[in-house]
């Protein structure tokens, strides 16, 4: 009898772990796809098929190859210019609105959105296939598939939860009925039946069950939870060329800004282009392999395809000069010990609260800016406390959100 009920718990919790690796596969392509679509695509593109700036993109993994789309996103112009009947249509139709290329999004990433794309017009609460699309049944707003997935399968998994518990109390309390001694104290089988499910539920079989399950389910759920919201800490993605900030950086100590040309002067920092590396790397190393990659990117004139590591919302403005300069705070204080880093990854969670929490705790970098002076003297007048970024506006909703 113990024998059945192990494989009874072997194949529910088989099932589960379907369940479970199956809603996961979804978070990952189509999850990232969903935010990297809000962050970029959605200012400009409906999931629809309703015109924004451009085309609604309901249906487009059909209407287009997804190398096309591959390609059209990581440079819509070059695609227009190479002669592309289809992107010179719809380039005209659209009166020569030009999108935005994205060279950094990885093939994966691009796939990731059409899958999402796909995901939010698949979902069951879409309007009536076919009906009136004036209908205007879509803003509805549901919650997106990935929550829908999500209580389908808790749901789910609390059934199958409940189902063993019935059926193991059932096993045993046949198995008992069966035999002399549940005869002899001649209780009702339902009786018997629920002493048996107490009986059960201090099983440890059936107790490493449940525990089993509801850590899968909270690992999950807390995974989700952070990449749900946008939050990327530790993100320290695989880069196409195999670039070590330890050794640039860190070895052979060439200054940030060497490459990153835009971060004391400008809002961006900047990713160098592959011509920064050929300063160097048309004479150093090259017949490594991984040089080699620099070189095809250059002859094929395509930017090297380096994946972003940190990206915040589109509803944020960051300004890197007003920081580095300004503020003359170092790079370590947001970025960590990049010089030390093989492969970079997002240190700081990039989060609001953890942009106002060091606007609290900061002092105003007033040291040879002739415009603080002025507002420190005010200041002084009235606190003990030095001037903190807070004093200066660095709470204002409108200075970091359009
Ligand atoms: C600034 C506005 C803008 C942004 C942002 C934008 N697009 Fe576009 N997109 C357009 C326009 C406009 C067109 C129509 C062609 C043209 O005029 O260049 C288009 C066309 C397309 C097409 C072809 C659609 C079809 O019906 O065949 C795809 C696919 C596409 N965009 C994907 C994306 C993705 C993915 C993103 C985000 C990573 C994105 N776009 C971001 C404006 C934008
Ligand atoms: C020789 C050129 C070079 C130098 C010098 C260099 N970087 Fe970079 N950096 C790159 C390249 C190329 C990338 C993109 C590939 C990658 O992420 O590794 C990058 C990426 C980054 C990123 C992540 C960008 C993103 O996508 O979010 C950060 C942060 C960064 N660098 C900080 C620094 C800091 C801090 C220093 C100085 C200590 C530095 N870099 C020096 C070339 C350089
Ligand atoms: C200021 C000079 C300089 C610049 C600019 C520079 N590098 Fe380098 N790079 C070096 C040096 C020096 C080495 C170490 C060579 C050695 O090990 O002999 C190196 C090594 C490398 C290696 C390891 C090669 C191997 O097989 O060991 C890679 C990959 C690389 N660089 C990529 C890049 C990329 C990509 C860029 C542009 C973003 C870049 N480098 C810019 C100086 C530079
Ligand atoms: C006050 C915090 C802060 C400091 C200091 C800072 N960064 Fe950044 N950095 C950020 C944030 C936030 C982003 C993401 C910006 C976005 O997505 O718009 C970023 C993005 C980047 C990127 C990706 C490309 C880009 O421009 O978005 C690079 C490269 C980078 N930083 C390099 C540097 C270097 C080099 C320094 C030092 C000279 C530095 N940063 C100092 C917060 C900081
Ligand atoms: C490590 C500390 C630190 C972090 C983290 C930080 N900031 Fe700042 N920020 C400063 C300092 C210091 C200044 C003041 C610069 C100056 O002297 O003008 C500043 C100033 C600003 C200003 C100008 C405020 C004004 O009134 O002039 C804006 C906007 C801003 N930060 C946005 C952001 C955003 C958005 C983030 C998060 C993505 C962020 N900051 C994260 C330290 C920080
Ligand atoms: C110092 C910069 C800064 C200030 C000041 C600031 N925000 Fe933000 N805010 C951010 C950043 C950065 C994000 C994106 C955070 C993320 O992606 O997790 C954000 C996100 C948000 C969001 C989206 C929330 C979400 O979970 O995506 C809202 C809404 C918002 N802010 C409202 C406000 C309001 C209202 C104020 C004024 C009371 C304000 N913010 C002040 C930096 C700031």
């Not at 509805?140 to 939860?161: K, Q, T, W």
């Not at 193991?168 to 039946?193: D, H, W, Y």
Request: charged share 15%.
């Amino acid at each position: 009898m113990f024998c059945k009920k192990s494989t009874l718990v072997t194949f529910l919790f088989s099932l589960a772990l379907l369940f479970a690796s199956a809603s996961a596969s979804y978070s990952q392509d189509a999850a990232e796809g969903e935010s990297l679509f809000k962050n970029n695509c959605a200012a400009c593109h409906n999931t629809s098929d309703e015109t924004l700036v451009g085309p609604g993109l309901k249906g487009v993994s059909g209407r287009r190859p997804i190398e096309w789309i591959v390609s059209w996103v990581h440079n819509p112009q070059a695609m227009i210019a190479s002669g592309d009947k289809y992107a010179n249509d719809l380039y005209n139709k659209f009166n020569k609105a030009a999108m935005t290329p994205y060279p950094n999004f990885s093939e994966g990433q691009i796939k990731g959105i059409i899958a999402y794309i796909d995901a939010a017009n698949a979902a069951p609460a879409a309007p009536a296939a076919g009906a009136a699309p004036a209908a205007g049944a879509a803003p509805a707003a549901a919650p997106s598939s990935g929550g829908m997935m999500e209580i389908l399968l808790v749901g789910l998994l609390i059934i199958m939860v409940l189902v063993l518990i019935a059926l193991l109390s059932i096993v045993n309390t046949l198995g008992k009925l069966s035999s002399s001694e549940a005869n002899e104290s001649g209780k009702p089988f339902f009786q018997a039946l629920s002493e048996n499910a107490k009986s059960l539920a201090a099983n440890s079989a059936v107790k490493t069950g449940i525990i089993v399950l509801a850590l899968l389910l909270g690992g999950k759920a807390t995974i989700d939870a952070a990449y749900g919201v946008g939050i990327h800490q530790g993100y320290a993605p695989e880069q196409p060329i195999k670039f070590s900030h330890k050794l640039h950086a860190g070895e052979y100590q060439i200054n940030c800004n060497y490459c990153h040309t835009g971060v004391y002067e400008g809002k961006g920092a900047n990713v160098p282009s592959a011509n920064i590396c050929m300063n160097c790397h048309n004479a150093i190393k090259r017949e490594s392999p991984e040089i080699q990659k620099i070189y095809s990117a250059l002859e094929k004139n395509e930017p090297i395809q380096w994946v972003r590591v940190h990206n915040l919302p589109d509803l944020a403005y960051f300004n890197h000069s007003q920081h580095t300069n300004v503020g003359a705070l170092e790079c370590k204080s947001c970025h960590g010990d990049v010089e030390k880093m093989e492969v970079v990854e997002q240190r700081s969670s990039l989060t609001m609260g953890w942009c106002i929490d060091c606007h609290r705790q900061t002092d105003v970098n007033s040291k040879g800016n002739a415009y603080y002076d002025k507002l420190v003297e005010v200041h002084n007048k009235d606190s003990k406390t030095p001037l903190k970024v807070q004093n200066i506006g660095g709470l204002e909703c409108s200075k970091c959100h359009y």
